[in-house]
C-alpha cells in the first residue's frame, strides 16, 4: 500500500523554523517527483515546492523563495521541507505528494498524499 506520512508541524513564532518531514512505505520514491503542497482555512490548495525524481531540480512558490528549501534522501525513502523565517501567512495544513515524471504546482496532478501536518505560525 502507497502510503506517505508527514510529521515536523507544530508552533513557531514568526522568524522561526521547522523542518517537515515525508516518509514513504509501499514503494520507492526514487521514481517520483515530490510536493508540497499547503492550505490555509478557506483558501486553496497551492503548491509550496518541488523537487525532481534525482533531487536535481526544485521550484518554489515566490512567496517561500529565499526562506524554504525542499529536498530528499532517496536511499532513507524521506523528503524534507526546511522552513525558516516562518511568517504568519505560512500558516497551514503542509501535505506532501508524488506524481510521476515532472514537478507541477497543480494538485490534481498527483496521485499520492499525505494526510497533512499542521504549521502554525502566530506570537
Known amino acids: 500500500q502507497l502510503q506517505l506520512v508527514e510529521s515536523g508541524g507544530g508552533l513557531v513564532q514568526p522568524g522561526g523554523s521547522l523542518r517537515l518531514s515525508c516518509a514513504a512505505s509501499?514503494?520507492?520514491?526514487?521514481?517520483?517527483?515530490i510536493g508540497w503542497f499547503r492550505q490555509a482555512p478557506g483558501k486553496e490548495r497551492e503548491g509550496v515546492s518541488c523537487?525532481?525524481?534525482?533531487?536535481?531540480?526544485?521550484n518554489y512558490v515566490d512567496s517561500v523563495k529565499g526562506r524554504f528549501t525542499i529536498s530528499r534522501d532517496n536511499a532513507k525513502n524521506m523528503v524534507y521541507l526546511q522552513m525558516n523565517s516562518l511568517k504568519p501567512e505560512d500558516t497551514a495544513i503542509y501535505y506532501c505528494?508524488?506524481?510521476?515524471?515532472?514537478?507541477?504546482?497543480?494538485?490534481?496532478?498527483?496521485?499520492?498524499w499525505g494526510q497533512g501536518t499542521q504549521v502554525t505560525v502566530s506570537s
Open positions: 505528494a508524488v506524481r510521476e515524471n515532472l514537478c507541477s504546482n497543480q494538485p490534481y496532478r498527483f496521485n499520492t
Open positions: 509501499g514503494f520507492s520514491l526514487a521514481a517520483y517527483a
Open positions: 523537487t525532481s525524481s534525482s533531487g536535481g531540480w526544485s
